[in-house]
């Protein structure tokens, strides 16, 4: 084993986090090793958000013609998934390739290492013969991979997860899906969309279960009108697979067979793989918690799905703000540290994505003095769920609310009754769905299902962030006749 090298900052995996930081503080000047295995970028653009969200668009158009017969005359589908395939492939992914996102930051003057990166003690990273000690630090954003349950016959089985599913090229006849949460829903939808006779075995008693139960209703009912089969409440107990197809047997003796079999029950970090014991870190938890400017030990700070605190790209690239001006805060106060006045590039950002963490940067990032770094908040984290209709929410459910002894109100509206989406018609369904703290006077959740449900949430998500007063809420301004419109009324409702 070589000397170890003397850098700045370590960046043990480059995923939308990661690459975030390692960029970001490459650009500001320090001496940044990146570390990646596999793709520069991580699962968003790869086999996630990206991919997925071509899917869903193609799909969408798809039933959005449909729709026609009832709105504008006549339409006749064929859908073909080979030009969704060949976007995903060309467009999105170069055909797996990451070179461009490597050149990128290699072109932000960071040194980039294809390799597993593990800690080997305090600021030391090794990476095959390679060791790199970090003056400064080291920022873990090694993500998550799917977790895969421990079914009977499972693990034998030619079972695909999300990266077989965005990777395919000829959709099945059939398809099984274990899990009915976002990730599962939306493919499940997409797949049907398509033609592919979708079935959906979900363990818990309604899927979507961590959103409002309105939200999983609406979500369930569309998905049926799409020809998906939902089965709630059971536990798959074996699974096998006869060279053909799979077959899930559930307790009670529910069996369901399709061509393949789709895994989506959730993910997990892999923190046993990472060294963290010779830091003193406890390798066994579910997830690396870190404090709120990211910190998971003394000179290690971790990012993204990691951290356990919402499993979405924008966290991660939250969260990447928050390290990156607190390492280069950090920098500062480190005695002998190169004066890290020549950063202020870090509070903008370069252009695309990053400039929208730049922009939560100025409300105190790396140009804030020495002790007002930004500190994560997570009040008013959103989600979407981007099925059709979608399903926007923040902050907290009712139920959620409920059981911290919160003195709640509710404030309901459905959309089909509202003017736009009577207007709308075919695909109208929906609803908002308000909760206040009635001692405070403001609202500290929300759930937006509709059309266009993730965009009417952002109104709804400023009111959480801001702690907008109800009061004031009541009386604003609501365009006529737009979906947000419903907002008015279900803050009429609330009660
Ligand atoms: C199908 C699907 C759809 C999704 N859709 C959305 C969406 O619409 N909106 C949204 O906000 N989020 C979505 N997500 C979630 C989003 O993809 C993740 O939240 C995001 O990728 C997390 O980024 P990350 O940097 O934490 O980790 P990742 O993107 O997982 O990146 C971690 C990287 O670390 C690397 N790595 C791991 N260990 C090591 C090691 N020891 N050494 C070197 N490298 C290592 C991995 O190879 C990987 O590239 C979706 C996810 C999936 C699966």
Request: one cysteine or more; glycine letters at 14%; charged letters at 20%.
């Amino acid at each position: 084993m070589a000397e170890p090298e003397l850098v700045d900052v370590v960046v043990v995996g480059l995923g939308v986090g990661g690459e975030e930081v390692a960029g970001r503080l490459a650009e500001a000047g320090l001496t940044v090793v990146g570390i990646e295995r596999d793709l520069v970028g991580g699962e968003c653009p790869y086999w996630g958000c990206v991919p997925s969200k071509m899917m869903i668009r193609a799909a969408n158009a798809l039933a959005e013609a449909r729709r026609v017969n009832e709105l504008a005359g006549a339409a006749q589908v064929q859908p073909d998934w080979a030009p969704v395939a060949k976007r995903i492939r060309e467009e999105a992914t170069d055909t797996w390739d990451d070179k461009v996102a490597v050149d990128r930051f290699v072109g932000k003057g960071g040194r980039f290492v294809r390799g597993s990166g593990r800690l080997d003690g305090p600021g030391r990273v090794r990476v095959g013969d390679q060791m790199f000690q970090a003056r400064y630090g080291v920022v873990l954003g090694t993500g998550t991979r799917p977790s895969i349950p421990p079914i009977d016959g499972l693990a034998d089985t030619p079972y695909w997860t999300n990266h077989q599913a965005i990777e395919v090229e000829a959709l099945p006849e059939s398809l099984l899906m274990l899990g009915g949460g976002a990730i599962g829903l939306e493919l499940a939808q997409v797949f049907a969309r398509f033609g592919v006779q979708v079935t959906v075995v979900e363990a818990a008693d309604r899927v979507l279960a961590v959103e409002e139960p309105e939200a999983s209703e609406v979500a369930a009912a569309a998905l049926r009108a799409d020809g998906v089969t939902i089965a709630t409440g059971v536990r798959a107990e074996r699974v096998s697979h006869d060279g053909q197809s799979f077959t899930v047997h559930g307790a009670g003796g529910a069996e369901f067979t399709a061509e393949r079999l789709l895994v989506v029950t959730g993910r997990r970090a892999h923190l046993e793989e990472l060294g963290l014991e010779t830091v003193d870190v406890d390798a066994s938890q579910r997830y690396l918690p870190v404090d709120e400017r990211m910190h998971a030990a003394d000179g290690i700070w971790a990012v993204g799905d990691l951290t356990g605190e919402g499993a979405f790209t924008h966290i991660a690239m939250y969260q990447a703000g928050i390290v990156v001006a607190d390492v280069l805060d950090h920098m500062r106060r480190t005695k002998g540290g190169p004066d890290p006045s020549g950063t202020a590039s870090v509070a903008g950002g370069p252009a695309g994505v990053a400039s929208a963490v730049g922009g939560a940067m100025s409300a105190g990032g790396a140009t804030a003095a020495p002790g007002s770094i930004p500190r994560a908040d997570y009040r008013a984290l959103p989600r979407v769920t981007f099925t059709d209709p979608e399903v926007g929410a923040v902050g907290l459910t009712e139920k959620q609310a409920r059981e911290r002894g919160i003195n709640v109100q509710v404030g309901y509206a459905d959309l089909t009754s509202s003017t736009r989406g009577w207007i709308h018609k075919a695909g109208n369904e929906g609803f908002i769905k308000l909760i206040a703290d009635a001692d405070q006077g403001v609202l500290i959740g929300a759930t937006s299902v509709g059309p266009a449900g993730g965009e009417v949430l952002s109104g709804l998500v400023v009111a959480v962030h801001a702690a907008v007063p109800v009061s004031q809420l009541r009386h604003m301004i609501y365009a006529y006749p737009t979906f947000h419109r419903a907002i008015e009324d279900a803050l009429r409702q609330l009660k």
